[in-house]
């Protein structure tokens, strides 16, 4: 089964985040390819996707939100989940966060199956106005890397489950004579 994870990331914390669940999901036996949004033609080539964007000023990436709109059809075909980075503290670790509203209506645009939000990160050293700003008193690196395997996990084991359920359906009927009643 073949996995894209796409990703919406200004300054690599997402980006690394999608590394970071790639790598669970080969570690599981399926392929995953880690792609920026920009960069996605098409998702027809996957079974499944995982769209991941950064989150801020509490607006899901631009990248991503543009991806999920554009490959709304070709989404709705397949199990999708999304996830968020972002907060600069460790409440993502303790709490699940829910998603942001516009990330709660894309998720309803493509029927996701779920939605995460892990911390995120940044640099003491960020660019930028108001990233330099923020870096003063919230830099750092708040993702976890046992919360993220975890999520796939379940996200492995969902795929699964999906692929039992479509060979079931998909299981030739036996003919009549191979009936024992």
Known sequence: MRI????GSKRGGTAGISEMLARAFHEQGFQADVRPATEVASAEEYDAVVVGGALYASRWHR???????RH???????PVW???SGPLDD???RDELPPVAHVRRLMQLVRAQGHMTFGGR???DAKGFI???MARQHSGDWRDPRLIR?????IGEALRSLERERSLVLAPLPSPGELHV
Do not use: C, H, I, M
């Not at 894209?4 to 990703?7: F, G, I, P, Q, S």
């Not at 709304?72 to 397949?78: F, V």
């Open 4 to 7: 894209l994870v796409t990703y």
């Open 122 to 124: 940044l640099e003491p």
């Open 63 to 69: 990248a991503a939100r543009r991806f999920v709109k």
């Open 82 to 84: 999304l996830f968020s």
């Open 131 to 133: 990233a330099s700003k």
């Open 150 to 154: 975890a999520w796939a996990e379940g």
């Open 72 to 78: 709304a059809e070709e989404l709705w075909a397949k």
């Open 91 to 93: 409440s993502a670790a």
